[in-house]
């Protein structure tokens, strides 16, 4: 918490460009947010990555995955991301051609780890999900 003039105050930053916010929902579902406007990167996935592990430490999570507005994915993410072992189930969500098109590198190619499938609702990312919960 900062303080100005005397008066406490919470100080919200926009994120770090480049940075990606992975949380655990009140659902118990894991949460990843792709930054908007920019090139997911290999070494931006495996902070993801680790994040994701530390989080479903005590087992296997479903993540929901938003790529909305996201530029690209490199090769290198997307192998990061298919290597994924510490997951049950994953929704990716977009919501534009754009975002199905990345969708389909992401997950094209190789069998991904777990039950993966694309939405362009959350509602039904969420409803998919549920079955995978713990």
């Known amino acids: 918490m900062a303080r100005y003039e005397g008066h406490p105050t919470t100080v919200q930053y926009p994120p770090a ?10 659902e118990g579902h894991l949460v990843l947010e792709l930054p908007p406007g920019e090139v997911v990167t290999g070494t931006m996935a495996e902070i993801a990555a680790e994040n994701i592990i530390r989080m479903a430490s005590s087992g296997k999570l479903p993540l929901l995955l938003t790529l909305s507005g996201v530029e690209s994915i490199t090769r290198g993410a997307r192998e990061v991301f298919s290597a994924a072992r510490s997951l049950s189930a ?3 969500i977009g919501v534009s051609p754009v975002d199905r098109v990345i969708a389909n590198f992401l997950l094209g190619g190789e069998v991904q780890p777990c039950p993966t499938r694309y939405f362009s609702s959350e509602v039904d990312a969420l409803i998919w999900l549920e079955r995978f919960a713990s």
């Open 17 to 26: 460009p480049g940075s990606m916010d992975v949380h655990l929902s009140e």
């Open 90 to 92: 994953v929704a990716v």
